[in-house]
């Protein structure tokens, strides 16, 4: 590259400016309020993991494993990989740290970056994020059900509507098996019409052949065998009782064509594309905001992961959010706005520089939120980035505010935004009424908890306090 040519971020892995972080917050703040109404506990594992847990945890033929992993090798040599997914570092963690012993029904969730080599396009990117949660050692649907009240429960306080839960059960171990040989023959006559893709996998995978998203492949899919059909007694068993378990939260089936928020479908067709997946397995879908890559959520039952990395034998039962994907559905139904600073502080002549920053040390003591622009120009242009910080008050201090040991504040928004903002309009708009019934500024005093606070009313709109009072005057605004 030449000297002084800008360094480009690499492809399929995204900035995320303070404009996305706000939803990206929001989201995270809702996921760890209902998460710890369940009673699940935060769990942070390494970004990084030896390739061989992902080989042997996710599958060596899933498209994870085969194609999608960034593997490489480490100075020693050991090969290591940047996590494509969550289940299973935390399962590692929960053999490694000896939860079966400690926390043998331990209930986990954990929020992070996965990395993936796919294609790029909208909603699939290489490194991208989940929110996912995990519940080991027990294994009565029960917890299934708890799992999809969970996640309906979460897409719910965020207002979400657009999304609907898909749950199907993949049978025990052996009725996974059965059923890939009776999908194989099935697909095995019309092997030449599938893709190339398919092809390959129709040796490897046979059941991913189902979820490909070529029309060919899914027009041949959907004549397919159910897994249904080909399930063992205990694996329907547990499917009847996350049925019932479901029906006793009040979480109805939804058989209709239109997606209702808060049911659930049936969907025969989910086969998730890893391999530790028996019994139930669910995704969710979404119907705007996303396009083709509509898959929102995935997860299922895994009872046999534990002890195929060498744990001690327990059921378990997880499932990981796309959070790009829930994000954009989310932008794509609502738009949030920036929630700004309480006040910004615009300070010019002497009481620019250290003057301000008394002020807003004072403020931020008292736990307001303040920005100012420490570039000090012209009360114009401080005022123009007061407006743009979408604080809904600004606090002038000048050499006239200085002289007289006031602090003028002037209200940036309409009283309607500043009622939004959590502002006691009715003292705002009190005060403003008051300031226009004279033609020159004059003194004045309002009450406040009993004692009459000197006031200086300004027909201009704005009202100033005496700098002892300001911190009482503030709070008092946010009071309403
Ligand atoms: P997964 O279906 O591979 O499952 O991923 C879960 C979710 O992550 C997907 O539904 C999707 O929203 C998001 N996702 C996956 N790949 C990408 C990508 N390249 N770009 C953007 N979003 C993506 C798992 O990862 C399992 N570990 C879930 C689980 C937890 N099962 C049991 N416990």
Request: hydrophobic content about 40%; charged content about 25%.
């Amino acid at each position: 590259m030449s000297k002084g040519a800008s360094i480009t971020r690499i492809r399929g892995m995204n900035d995320l400016l303070p404009q996305d972080t706000c939803v990206w917050q929001r989201v995270e703040a809702a996921a760890r309020e209902v998460f710890l109404r369940y009673a699940y506990q935060e769990i942070r594992t390494p970004i990084m993991e030896r390739t061989e847990l992902f080989a042997r945890g996710i599958g060596e033929t899933t498209d994870i494993v085969e194609k999608e992993m960034y593997t490489f090798d480490d100075r020693d040599g050991t090969s290591l990989t940047l996590r494509p997914e969550g289940t299973a570092g935390v399962a590692r963690a929960y053999i490694e740290n000896g939860l079966h012993v400690s926390d043998p029904r331990a209930r986990l969730w954990y929020a992070g970056p996965m990395f993936r080599h796919e294609n790029v396009q909208a909603g699939r990117f290489r490194q991208f994020h989940q929110i996912g949660a995990e519940a080991f050692g027990m294994d009565h649907p029960a917890v299934d059900a708890e799992m999809c009240a969970m996640l309906l429960d979460l897409f719910a306080s965020l207002g979400l509507k657009n999304l609907e839960l898909q749950i199907n059960s993949l049978g025990d171990a052996e009725d996974r098996r059965n059923y890939r040989s009776v999908l194989v023959s099935y697909f095995s006559g019309q092997e030449n019409r599938l893709c190339e893709n398919c092809q390959r996998r129709l040796k490897t995978n046979p059941l991913r052949v189902l979820d490909c998203k070529v029309e060919g492949c899914s027009a041949i899919a959907r004549g397919a065998p159910h897994t249904f059909d080909h399930l063992g007694e205990q694996a329907r068993a547990h499917f009847e009782g996350l049925r019932e378990c479901l029906d006793a939260m009040g979480i109805r089936e939804n058989a209709g064509e239109v997606p209702v928020p808060g049911t659930f479908r049936i969907n025969p067709r989910i086969v998730r594309g890893l391999d530790y997946y028996v019994r139930t397995a669910f995704e969710v879908t979404a119907f705007t905001g996303v396009g083709s890559q509509n898959a929102v959520a995935g997860g299922g039952r895994y009872d046999q992961l534990i002890a195929q990395l060498g744990g001690h034998p327990t059921p378990a039962i997880g499932f990981a959010i796309g959070e790009d994907r829930l994000v954009s559905v989310l932008n794509s139904e609502q738009t949030m706005e920036f929630p700004g600073p309480d006040f910004f502080v615009v300070a010019f002549g002497a009481a620019g520089g250290a003057g301000a920053l008394r002020l807003v040390s004072e403020l931020r003591s008292a736990g307001f939120d303040v920005d100012l622009d420490h570039r000090f120009g012209s009360p114009k242009s401080q005022f123009k980035q007061a407006n743009k910080s979408g604080a809904p008050f600004a606090i002038i201090l000048g050499d006239g505010e200085l002289q007289s040991g006031m602090a003028a504040i002037k209200p940036l928004m309409t009283l309607e935004k500043l009622q939004a903002g959590g502002v006691d309009t009715e003292l705002v708009s009190r005060l403003l009424d008051r300031s226009k019934e004279q033609p020159e500024p004059f003194l004045a005093t309002e009450n406040l908890d009993g004692a009459g606070v000197p006031l200086l009313l300004d027909p201009s709109g704005q009202f100033s306090v005496g700098r002892d009072w300001l911190i009482r005057f503030c709070s008092r605004l946010f009071a309403g």
